[in-house]
């Protein structure tokens, strides 16, 4: 059961960051209470990595691990809800006429027409939280250690840094596995290198579009990380792009991931010339993560990353978003490919791969955790 836990806890705490970061915009009136479910989950995550170390057996520690996996499949319906209605209004048509709309009427727009559903999901957010909350008190008994801050102290701590983090190509590799994973990796490498006489001179850009949790920035790790990909292209960059991103911050982060060096300047134009000249020095590959919108490439990164790509012919961009929309709108070459779901069992293989410890019944466990997925199509 602790295994089962192991493998739910990542999922719903996906779940949790993205639509606290990503959903911000049509979600404002539960974000903090996703906030603090988020801290609420890294909390009671600590308690089992704790509980699996001591190998605790006991009834009482059955119940309270019992009690723990109740909540977690509620937080995962109630996720995966408002996931739905938030694809759903994204996809809308009068979603994307409001997008043009000046800024000041997005943040409440959602919760407005939707009063009755951002109720419900606020209060039954509210309350998964009051349950882990009495878990986490229950855990006192058993006295399990983890060096925990209170949801107060770490979102206080968090606040300076949470967007810079996401801007930078800091991700943590995973072990990536699958045939299908392995074979659409070898087609975009191969994509991302060729070149014809028609764009030997012109910027071409590879979409990689698919609904999230698809395995988007999985596939664009493995390439990122493929040996091809780090032999044709001297400079390698990744930028996370968040909804609410700092021009100022984005180019000095580009800079920095480029290798050259932005200086404590804090004017635009300097720093778009202190871009192109960096970029310009060798062929680049330049990967954009998790776009919603081209406000972040129109704004900031066209003109120097053109202007480098002009210098150093072969240059390429490589971006992940859910919307198949967006590589045309970029306004260059593109390629476009779309992800599909792993099989069931490259799905668990990947699963397993990002747990503290690996569980002993792969059989069992890959049947609870992976199955509704695949029955859910």
Request: one cysteine or more; aromatic letters at 6%.
């Amino acid at each position: 059961m602790a295994a089962i836990l192991e493998a739910l806890l990542p999922y719903v705490k996906k779940v949790v960051t993205d639509m606290a970061e990503e959903e911000v915009r049509l979600l404002p009136c539960v974000r903090g209470e996703m906030e603090k479910l988020g801290w609420n989950l890294d909390n009671v995550k600590a308690f089992i990595a704790d509980a699996e170390r001591r190998r605790i057996t006991d009834q009482l520690v059955e119940g309270w691990v019992t009690m723990l996996k109740g909540v977690m499949y509620d937080a995962t319906d109630v996720l995966e809800l408002g996931q739905l209605k938030v694809e759903e209004r994204r996809e809308s048509k009068l979603n994307r006429s409001m997008e043009k709309m000046p800024g000041c009427c997005h943040p409440f727009l959602f919760c407005l027409r939707n009063p009755v559903f951002a109720h419900k999901i606020g209060s039954r957010i509210k309350e998964l939280n009051q349950r882990l909350e009495d878990i986490h008190k229950e855990a006192a008994k058993f006295n399990f250690t983890a060096n925990l801050m209170s949801y107060q102290e770490r979102r206080t701590e968090s606040a300076e840094y949470s967007n810079n983090k996401r801007m930078t190509s800091e991700f943590t590799p995973s072990a990536v596995v699958g045939e299908k994973l392995e074979k659409d990796t070898k087609l975009l490498v191969q994509e991302l290198k060729i070149t014809t006489d028609e764009n030997h001179n012109t910027l071409k850009v590879v979409s990689i579009v698919g609904m999230g949790g698809m395995g988007k920035t999985t596939l664009a790790q493995n390439i990122f990380k493929d040996a091809a990909i780090e032999e044709h292209f001297k400079t390698k960059i990744w930028l996370s792009i968040t909804q609410q991103f700092n021009e100022v911050e984005l180019l000095m982060s580009a800079i920095k991931l480029a290798g050259g060096d932005p200086g404590v300047e804090q004017d635009n134009t300097l720093l778009v010339q202190t871009l192109t000249n960096t970029l310009s020095a060798s062929k680049f590959l330049l990967v954009l993560d998790d776009m919603w919108t081209i406000r972040a490439w129109e704004s900031v990164l066209r003109v120097p990353v053109v202007n480098a790509s002009n210098k150093q012919p072969g240059s390429r961009v490589l971006i992940t978003s859910r919307f198949d929309d967006l590589a045309a709108q970029m306004q260059h070459s593109f390629y476009q490919h779309h992800v599909s779901p792993l099989d069931r069992d490259d799905a668990w293989s990947l699963l397993k791969n990002q747990l503290p410890h690996p569980p002993n019944q792969d059989v069992n466990v890959s049947e609870v955790v992976c199955a509704p997925m695949w029955e859910a199509e």
